[in-house]
């Protein structure tokens, strides 16, 4: 099986800045476009950066310019680089992508559009 896990959520002030990482594991042969979604409280999950695995890269515009979002092909790992956070981009971040192929029991799996169980990023002001 393979596991999408986030970490380097937490608690920053205004302007401050974070960096997440989703790193997959699991015996991956290859991950197709990944990228980060975010939900806060009461509104849907929205996008807020994809990569492609050839690192074409897609910023919603409430970010864009304070965030860079970069990947690791050999680690099978995915970064959100966010500064000059405002409260607003309170949320749960989530890593997911859209197409990945493992091993398991001698044969391959493709699972699409898989999700990461989500980091919290608070933002104070």
């Known amino acids: 099986q393979v596991q999408l896990v986030e970490s380097g959520g937490g608690l920053v002030q205004a302007g401050g800045s974070l960096r997440l990482s989703c790193a997959a594991s699991?015996?991956?042969?290859?991950?197709?476009?990944m990228g980060w979604y975010r939900q806060a409280p009461g509104k849907q999950r929205e996008l807020v950066a994809t990569?492609?695995?050839?690192?074409?890269?897609t910023y919603a515009d409430s970010v864009k310019g304070r965030s860079t979002i970069s990947r690791d092909n050999a680690k099978n790992t995915v970064y959100l680089q966010m500064n000059n956070l405002k409260p607003e981009d309170t949320a749960v971040y989530y890593c997911?992508?859209?197409?990945?192929?493992?091993?398991?029991?001698?044969?391959?799996?493709?699972?699409?559009?898989?999700w990461g169980q989500g980091t919290q990023v608070t933002v104070s002001s």
């Open positions: 990569i492609t695995s050839d690192k074409g890269t």
């Open positions: 997911h992508t859209d197409h990945v192929t493992y091993y398991s029991g001698g044969y391959s799996h493709t699972m699409y559009d898989y």
């Open positions: 699991g015996s991956i042969f290859s991950i197709n476009g």
